[in-house]
Nanobody, 124 residues
């Protein structure tokens, strides 16, 4: 069972990227999907989650209004649309799945499956 995160890259400040998280072996619509990031030299931080079962979405204050999380159930994929990117958004981004909880949590310990990270670099 694996999660696959993709869509990272180099973008100029103010630009956009869309990250995708797919889960061969999962039915993502049954679970809570989260995105986390680890900036250079810093710890991992939660940025957004979606409860795919009821479409509830959650955002950290640092990304609220700029990032949008969404699901494509037909493709078993969760996307993170990132707009108006800033240099401080530079990080390795990870998606994760909480298959055991019944309610949202921003704690990394609540997510029991993790994908490999994808690098996002915001620089001019």
């Amino acid at each position: 069972v694996q999660l696959q995160a993709s869509g990272g890259g180099l973008v100029q400040p103010g630009g956009s990227l869309r990250l995708s998280c797919s889960g061969p072996g999962f039915t993502l619509e049954d679970y809570i999907i989260g995105w986390f990031r680890r900036p250079p030299g810093k710890g991992r931080e939660w940025i957004s989650s979606v409860d795919v079962e009821d479409d509830s979405t959650y955002y950290a204050d640092t990304v609220k209004g700029r990032f949008t999380i969404s699901e494509d159930n037909a493709k078993n994929t969760v996307h993170l649309q990132m707009n108006n990117l800033k240099p401080e958004d530079t990080a390795v981004y990870y998606c994760a799945v909480d298959t055991t909880g019944s309610s949202f949590s921003s704690s990394a310990s609540a997510y029991n499956y993790w994908g490999r990270g994808t690098q996002v670099t915001v620089s001019s």
